[in-house]
């Protein structure tokens, strides 16, 4: 009932935070411009106080430079676009012939013409015919006198004013609130600040405020980032246009520029009027050619080239969060809010990284995984699918071993199940499945034979040696029977699971190993477990809460062959637990990591020393 109420609650707000979003669009709209435009000119005010100039003369100097070279950019465009308007009749005959040229390569102009020849045989024959009685009312009305009524006009003046003022009072008004808000937010950072952290939580103010400040900090080098690279962008395309001969090179620019903060859609949409200036100026193609090539070409390069140097490949969120964070934005707040779409989505999956409340921002949006890779291989494993399991093993073991997939991503994924399966949340038949699902993964690693590129990461490892791969002849006499290795698991479905990564791993490094279940150790199968040959034991275990099952397998097995050495595989113990249950059990060695488990068993079948007890255990029996 709570769970249920609280994501009502939940949905309620959300509803609410988006009619206000909408419904306020009036008041909001200038207040996200305005922060925009603080974290872009924060940095230039934080550099002139640096120089002693006093916050206030700072903040003064940098917006109205700002706003300055903006209104300059504005009347400058709107210039061109009146130049633009009063040329634009010019290119009518240019466009007409290229579609007659364009509609004459197919069968559908040599239709319209025949058909233009029959409506005109058509019209000759009926010159002698009577004017339909359409054509007799239009005469009529065409002799029938006009009215015309005489009115006092209003005064000229005023209605030059009204036409004046009534266009320019909105975006006036929107301009001033925006200069007003850059103003106070650069006046009153540090206030604003305390105020978000007071929401955020005021327990660790010296986290918080360290975090809010790297917030700022990395949106401010984004949005100025972004904004160096738009402008270069732009000015780029204005100039390339100028030389193409595409008319108003300026406006076009500009508008490029402008237009590619709106991530995928930007660059097309800043296209597509150069392209149709060119195809109605250019008798020919070549302008459309060579307009294309330029877009086209600067894209690829400041998209491949300059921005992952300067800003990095990514802004941070995933491509599916910025298409639908331009879809939402843009339904709200019209085409500003497109090309506001990926700031306020960057502010709100920065924020959601260092506010814990807001962290379902980052989740949601953010370019980071949902799952780590442990808990990305325990959900297919769940789901039975071995096919994507096995593309994330091959990308992993692409710059690591397998031993490091082993022990970095397939070992915390089966503690993850574990802990599930002692909560109770994990269902026999799920256990089974996802045995059967590792065993299957290993068998095709094995089979593809992937085996490491490079050195493990000393980050992630505790021993850092790379494991060998050994021959036949490089194992000692001992080692070279069928299967010296015998890997058993100790009770449950996931031990089983662990002593197949194990085995497969040992196979893969050149050492012959058998896989037996935990069933084989009951009284009735016991007797028919066959450990003639077998050098070495691996008990494998992940359930140690009651370490009774592992003494109990461990007996068995050494009652059955005392000539073998006992090694206990405990994937979720540490070093120090590990020690204290092998000396109890009375076991040969111990290890927590398939890697340390793999180096062992390596050594011993290369170096160890062959026992008389190994020949006799060895020999068949009489």
């Excluded at 006092?152 to 975006?171: C, K, M, N, Q, Y």
């Excluded at 660059?267 to 193609?285: E, H, K, R, T, Y």
């Excluded at 789901?383 to 091959?394: C, L, M, N």
């Excluded at 009284?523 to 592992?550: E, F, Q, R, Y």
Aim: hydrophobic share 50%; net charge neutral; glycine share 6%.
């Amino acid at each position: 009932m709570n769970s249920s109420s609280s994501t009502l609650n939940a949905m309620l707000m959300a509803v609410v935070i988006v009619a206000t979003l909408y419904f306020a669009r009036e008041v909001l709209l200038p207040i996200a411009l305005a922060c925009i435009l603080s974290f872009m000119l924060a940095p230039p005010v934080r550099i002139l106080q640096n120089h002693k100039v006093p916050r206030g003369l700072a903040v003064a100097a940098v917006v109205l430079l700002a706003f300055f070279v903006i209104f300059m950019l504005g009347g400058i465009m709107a210039r061109e676009v009146s130049r633009l308007a009063k040329a634009l009749p010019r290119y009518e005959s240019t466009i007409s012939i290229k579609i007659e040229r364009l509609q004459g390569f197919g069968t559908s102009g040599t239709l319209e013409r025949a058909q233009q020849v029959l409506q005109d045989l058509g019209k000759q024959l009926r010159g002698g015919e009577q004017k339909t009685s359409q054509e007799q009312f239009a005469e009529q009305q065409e002799e029938a006198p006009i009215p015309v009524e005489v009115r006092e006009p209003r005064s000229a003046l005023l209605r030059v004013l009204t036409r004046l003022i009534d266009p320019l009072l909105g975006p006036l008004a929107t301009t001033a609130i925006i200069i007003v808000f850059v103003i106070f937010i650069l006046l009153m950072r540090e206030d604003l600040r305390d105020r978000l952290i007071r929401l955020a939580g005021s327990t660790d103010i010296p986290h918080t405020t360290a975090a809010i400040d790297d917030a700022a900090r990395r949106l401010s080098r984004f949005f100025l980032g972004q904004l160096a690279i738009n402008t270069t962008f732009g000015i780029l395309i204005g100039f390339g246009l100028f030389f193409i001969g595409i008319p108003s090179s300026f406006v076009w620019g500009v508008l490029a520029g402008v237009l590619r903060f709106i991530p995928f859609i930007g660059p097309i949409l800043g296209l597509i009027f150069p392209l149709a200036l060119a195809i109605s100026v250019d008798p020919g193609w070549s302008m459309v050619v060579w307009t294309m090539v330029l877009f086209l070409g600067l894209e690829v390069v400041t998209g491949q080239l300059i921005e992952p140097v300067i800003q990095g490949h990514s802004t941070g969120l995933s491509p599916v969060a910025v298409v639908v964070a331009a879809t939402f934005w843009a339904w709200l707040w019209g085409p500003v809010g497109l090309v506001l779409a990926v700031p306020l989505t960057v502010v709100l999956v920065v924020l959601g990284r260092h506010v814990d409340a807001l962290k379902f921002f980052d989740v949601l949006l953010g370019d980071k995984p949902a799952l780590s890779e442990a808990e990305g291989f325990y959900q297919r494993m769940l789901a039975r699918d071995p096919i994507e399991a096995i593309e994330q093993a091959k990308s992993y073991m692409s710059t690591r071993s397998l031993a490091c997939y082993c022990d970095d991503v397939v070992r915390p994924a089966v503690m993850l199940a574990q802990k599930d399966a002692e909560r109770g949340i994990l269902e026999e038949d799920k256990k089974i499945h996802m045995r059967e699902t590792v065993e299957s993964l290993f068998a095709d690693i094995a089979q593809e034979r992937w085996l490491a590129c490079t050195e493990p990461d000393p980050s992630t490892m505790t021993s850092v040696a790379k494991l060998p791969i050994v021959t036949a002849d490089q194992l000692i006499p001992s080692w070279q029977s069928a299967k010296p290795l015998l890997v058993i698991g100790a009770r449950t479905e996931l031990d089983q699971a662990a002593a197949a990564i194990f085995a497969a791993l040992v196979e893969m490094h050149g050492v012959p190993a058998r896989i037996e279940r935990a069933d084989m150790l009951s009284t009735c199968n016991i007797a028919n477990l066959d450990l003639s040959g077998v050098v070495w034991m691996c008990v494998s275990s992940v359930d140690l809460k009651t370490p009774a099952h592992i003494r109990f397998a461990a007996r068995r097995l050494k009652s059955r062959a005392p000539h073998a050495k006992l090694l206990l595989g405990l994937w979720s113990k540490d070093d120090t637990a590990g020690a204290e249950l092998k000396d109890a059990i009375g076991a040969d060695d111990y290890a927590c990591t398939f890697h340390k488990a793999a180096t062992i068993i390596l050594r011993e079948a290369t170096t160890g020393q062959e026992r008389p007890t190994d020949a006799l255990a060895r020999a068949p029996a009489a």
